[in-house]
C-alpha cells in the first residue's frame, strides 16, 4: 500500500531530481536552486535553498554518509557542498565548459561522477576534489549514470540511447544501443540474484528512455572478465517517454515516471505492477526511494514533490541487533544488513560489508579480530583531531598496527560515545549522592 502523506511545493519552477540521505531530503529545480530537507518532519533546514547555480540544477545527489551533496547544472559546473551547514566545499567546472547533466557519488564515496551534454564524463576524487580521469562518448548527450554495488564500475546513459559500462580508470568495458530514442535514466540494484544456471551472482540494471519503455538487464561484474550484460525484459505501463527510474534499497521493487504523468511501481522478481500514482499534473521527472525508511519521493513539472510511505519488511531506523531476535537476524539478507548500518548512522561501511558478502548470519558472528583481518577495518578508536592531523600529513597506515588504511573516511565511535555518555551520568549521580 502506498500512501501520499506530504507535498513539497517550495520550488519556483519544474522539479528536475530528488535525493534521500538516511536522515534528509534534497530537491533541485530550473529555478536555480537546491532544497534539503529532515526527514523527521519534511521541514526545510535553515541553510535552505542552496544559491550558487547561475542555470538550471539538473541533478542531485548525497554522499553514502549524507555528509556532501552534490549538483550540476546548465552553468557547466558540479558543486560540492557540506549538509551540516550548507557551505560550498567546491565548485568543479566541466573541463570543456559543457552543460553537466548527471552526477553520481561512488558506494565509497571514493569517487564523483560528473556526465555533460556533450558527451564527456569526468571521474573527480571526493578526497582532494581534483580531476582524476575523464573521457567521452561517440554520440549524444550524458543524462544517466549508475555505480556498481562494489563501486569498481560505472555505467552511463546517453541521449543517442547507448549504455555504456566504465571502470574507475575510465577504461570502457562495454557498449550497446539499449533505447532507440535515448537514454533517460539507469540504476543498479545493490540486491545480488543468481542466475540459477552457472551460479553466478549479477545485479540488476534498468533503464528507461523516449521509447516509452522499461528495461531490465542481468550485469556482471567480473574482474578477470570484465563485464557482462545480458538483457532480461521490458516493463509495460507507461503510454509516453519514461524520464526516471530506481531500485528501492532491498531491491524487491522498482520505481518509474513518465510524461504520462504516473509513477509505476512494480515488483522487481515477477514484473507485475503494484501501484500506480497519478497526482502530480504534469511530467513526472525524478522519482527515488530513501535508504533505510519506507518512503518514495517523487518530483514533476508541476513544482511540487510528492513523498509516499508504503509497506515494507527491512530493518529500518532504530533497530538494532541488540534489540532484534538472534532468529530474525539469522535470516538477514546483505540489503537488510545494509539498511541496519545505515540506521545506525554507519552508511560508509556499507560498502565495505557488501564486498565481503555480510548478511545478518555473518554479522552475528563478526569479532573485532574478523572486522580487523577480514574486513580490513582498522578496529581502534583514535580522537577525531588526531586522525585529522595523521592523515593531514599524507600518512596512509594505522597507527596502532602500521597496516595500509583502505578507506580514509572516519567514522564516528557512537558505542564509545555513549558508554563515556553514560559513565558521566553515573558519575554525576553519584556526585550528587555524596
Not at 519506507?294 to 538494532?320: E, H, R, Y
Not at 555480510?358 to 582498522?378: A, C
Request: charged share 20%.
Amino acid at each position: 500500500m502506498a500512501t501520499l502523506i506530504h507535498t513539497l511545493a517550495d520550488h519556483s519552477d519544474d522539479v528536475n531530481c530528488c535525493a534521500f540521505s538516511p536522515s534528509l531530503l534534497a530537491t533541485c529545480s530550473l529555478d536555480k536552486t537546491v532544497r534539503i530537507y529532515s526527514l523527521n518532519d519534511f521541514t526545510e533546514l535553515s541553510y535552505s535553498p542552496l544559491k550558487g547555480h547561475t542555470y538550471a540544477v539538473h541533478c542531485c545527489c548525497f554522499s553514502p554518509s549524507g555528509h556532501i551533496l552534490a549538483s550540476c547544472s546548465t552553468d557547466g559546473t558540479t558543486m560540492v557542498w557540506d549538509t551540516r551547514g550548507g557551505q560550498v566545499l567546491a565548485v568543479l567546472g566541466q573541463p570543456s565548459g559543457s552543460p553537466v547533466r548527471v552526477c553520481r557519488f561512488s558506494p565509497e564515496s571514493t569517487y564523483l561522477v560528473s556526465g555533460a551534454a556533450d558527451g564527456s564524463v569526468v571521474l573527480w576524487n571526493v578526497q582532494s576534489l581534483k580531476m582524476y580521469r575523464s573521457g567521452s562518448v561517440k554520440d549524444g548527450s550524458l543524462v544517466a549514470c549508475a555505480f556498481s554495488p562494489n563501486g569498481n564500475c560505472f555505467v552511463t546513459g546517453s541521449s543517442w540511447g547507448d549504455i555504456t559500462v566504465w571502470d574507475d580508470t575510465m577504461r570502457c568495458l562495454y557498449n550497446e544501443k539499449a533505447h532507440d530514442l535515448g537514454v533517460t535514466c539507469c540504476d543498479i540494484s545493490s540486491q545480488p540474484i543468481s542466475d540459477g544456471e552457472h551460479g553466478s551472482r549479477y545485479f540488476q540494471m534498468a533503464s528507461c528512455g523516449q521509447d516509452n519503455k522499461v528495461k531490465v538487464w542481468l550485469i556482471l561484474f567480473a574482474d578477470s572478465l570484465g563485464v557482462e550484460l545480458r538483457y532480461k525484459c521490458t516493463l509495460s505501463g507507461h503510454s509516453a517517454p519514461v524520464l526516471a527510474c530506481a531500485f528501492s534499497y532491498d531491491g524487491q521493487m522498482l520505481v518509474s515516471g513518465s510524461v504520462d504523468k504516473c509513477v509505476i511501481i512494480y515488483e522487481t522478481n515477477t514484473g507485475n505492477i503494484l501501484h500506480t500514482l497519478s497526482q502530480h499534473t504534469r511530467y513526472v521527472t525524478t522519482c527515488v526511494f530513501a535508504p533505510c525508511t519506507a518512503l518514495l519521493a517523487t518530483g514533476s513539472m508541476d513544482k511540487t514533490v510528492n513523498i509516499w510511505q508504503f509497506d515494507s519488511k527491512q530493518p529500518c531506523a532504530g533497530n538494532t541487533v541488540e534489540n532484534e531476535s538472534e532468529v530474525a537476524v539469522q535470516n538477514w539478507s546483505e540489503d537488510d544488513v545494509s539498511a541496519w548500518l545505515c540506521a545506525q548512522g554507519l552508511t560508509d561501511l556499507v560498502g565495505l560489508f557488501k564486498r565481503n558478502n555480510i548478511d545478518g548470519k555473518e554479522l552475528l558472528h563478526l569479532t573485532k579480530e574478523s572486522l580487523t583481518n577480514e574486513l580490513k577495518i582498522d578496529g581502534y578508536s583514535y580522537e577525531k583531531e588526531a586522525m585529522e592531523n595523521w592523515i593531514s600529513n599524507k600518512r596512509r597506515s594505522s597507527p596502532m598496527t602500521n597496516l595500509p588504511l583502505h578507506s580514509l573516511m572516519l567514522t564516528p565511535n557512537r558505542t564509545l560515545k555513549m558508554a563515556i555518555s553514560r559513565w558521566l551520568e553515573t558519575q554525576q549521580k553519584y556526585g550528587e549522592t555524596t
